[in-house]
């Protein structure tokens, strides 16, 4: 009898280790669900607008603007922070964009502001920091969780190398950097995202060390020109959402597996 009850005790440890494994998966996989339909919408929005130089133009202008007399980052006032919250949000919804870096599998949809709501579902444009477009004394700051349980999001940034390039969309347009820097700093150290005089730069952000908030790693990144493939980083995401569901499916044909075993020994018992 003692033996019985160990053994069942240990299918059912199994079922429910198992099935912390599945419930996690689904949420990873939910999320990065989200975020692909997310850039595919952002996408097919954007090839129907007719004045996307209009639009760019706006943002260059608020760019232009937001530095006149200084080159730090700015507290918007709420005026300002109107202007900002209109500019390039073509569906409403504040997304201003997607970026991907390619060598890590990061592919993200880039919203206004670092609120919780921006960050939870993707990454964040910097307020007070220039959009991500082309231009001269631009210096644009993409933030991204990394430590969420159920979102990658910049999980993965850690492994970024200097040399290595990332892609930033905005409507109809690209921005590729070539990373040239990367440092670890306290939060409050922005220094090294201020603008440089006729560069155009971007910066991703995110909390180091891993699991951890009491610095912050930046990656800073130098347009430069280049060809970047949205095809082939769609194509990689979609790949890793059917990774996922082959995982599930695995997941869910295991604890399938334990309970039919669970059930054999029990009847046998029985018997």
Known sequence: MYHRAIKICAYLLLIVGVTIFL???VMLCHNE???????????????EIDDTKNMLA???????????????????????????????DILGNGMIGYISVPDEGILLPIYHGTGEESMMSGAGHLEGSSFPISGESVHSAIVGHRALA??????DLGRVKTGEKFTVYVLNTSCTYQVYSIET???GDVRS?????????CSLVTCT???SESHRLLIHGELVDAKPDIAQ?????????????????????????????????????EK
């Open 185 to 187: 700093v306290k939060p």
């Open 193 to 201: 995202l201020f603008v440089q005089e006729g560069k155009n730069l």
């Open 233 to 269: 980083a769609l194509k990689a995401a979609n790949m890793r959402l059917w990774i996922y569901r082959a995982v599930i499916a695995a997941e869910l044909l295991i604890i399938l597996i334990i309970i039919i075993f669970a059930v054999k020994y029990i009847r046998k018992k």
């Open 150 to 155: 159920a979102a990658r999001m910049f999980f």
């Open 23 to 25: 419930i996690h998966s």
């Open 33 to 47: 669900t989200k975020q692909y339909k997310a850039v595919k919408e952002y996408i097919a929005a954007a090839e």
């Open 209 to 211: 060390p891993y699991g």
């Open 58 to 88: 706006e943002a260059e202008d608020f760019n232009i603007k937001l530095y006149s007399d200084s080159k730090t980052l700015k507290y918007l006032t709420k005026e300002q922070l109107g202007e900002y919250n209109s500019c390039l």
